[in-house]
């Protein structure tokens, strides 16, 4: 299994431009998330799923948009990039046992730049 | 207040040295806490997790619990260059993360 992978590894933007990042993953889970890594600020939630065809917002949305048209399949969206959105993106996949403990698996990041 | 704040670190011990990683939380309600750790350029994992109630052993690790002030820790035991990392601790609810603490074990 590759579990948790993304696409791209890195990436570097002008102010304006869109871009899409793709996670896939191939453990048949139901949740998953979208955070970015900044120094000092750690892992901050942007969007997650619940499912199939649900989104919901985290702690930081704007300027983000999500779609999950597919179970193994989470795509982040940046209509306009801006520098501010310059850091590292994780997504994360997890299986939600609410009897149990809720593990998430990382993926190895995107480095987004934007200039 | 922030659901979970850590110490940034950078911590540097020598090998063979005892680490003690520590947080804060502010939701007695959290019925677990988890360590995750994330090598230099790579995703986070969990490492450990441990209930409210009581603390855990694993190997070289231990995670324990303070509820009456709210703290949880993760020790670290003969220390080894391997166990360079960030270590990030987690609670529960969509998992919230503290910002992490840089540790660096030398030889």
């Known amino acids: 299994n590759a579990g948790v992978t993304q696409t791209p590894k890195f990436r570097v933007l002008k102010t304006g431009q869109s871009m899409t990042l793709l996670c896939a993953q191939d453990m048949n889970h139901e949740y998953m998330y979208w955070y970015r890594q900044d120094p000092g600020m750690g892992l901050r939630l942007i969007h997650y799923s619940v499912g199939e065809g649900t989104t919901a917002k985290g702690e930081v949305p704007d300027g983000y948009n999500v779609s999950r048209l597919k179970k193994q399949n989470f795509l982040l969206g940046l209509e306009s990039a801006a520098p501010s959105q310059t850091s590292v993106y994780f997504c994360?996949?997890?299986?939600?046992?609410?009897?149990?403990?809720?593990?998430?698996?990382f993926g190895p990041g995107t480095r987004l730049t934007v200039l | 207040q922030k659901e979970v704040e850590q110490d940034p670190g950078p911590l540097s011990v020598p090998e063979g040295a005892i680490v003690s990683l520590n947080c804060t939380y502010s939701?007695?309600?959290?019925?677990?806490f988890m360590w995750y750790r994330q090598y230099s350029r790579k995703g986070p994992e969990l490492l450990m997790y441990t209930y409210s109630s009581g603390n855990k052993e694993d190997g070289r690790f231990t995670a324990q619990v303070d509820k009456s002030s709210k703290y949880i820790s993760l020790f670290i035991r003969d220390s080894q260059p391997s166990d360079s990392a960030t270590y990030l601790c987690?609670?529960?609810?969509?998992?919230?993360f503290g910002t992490g603490t840089r540790l660096q074990v030398f030889p």
């Open positions: 939701n007695s309600a959290f019925q677990y």
């Open positions: 994360a996949s997890s299986y939600q046992d609410r009897g149990g403990i809720d593990e998430q698996f």
């Open positions: 987690a609670v529960p609810d969509k998992l919230i």
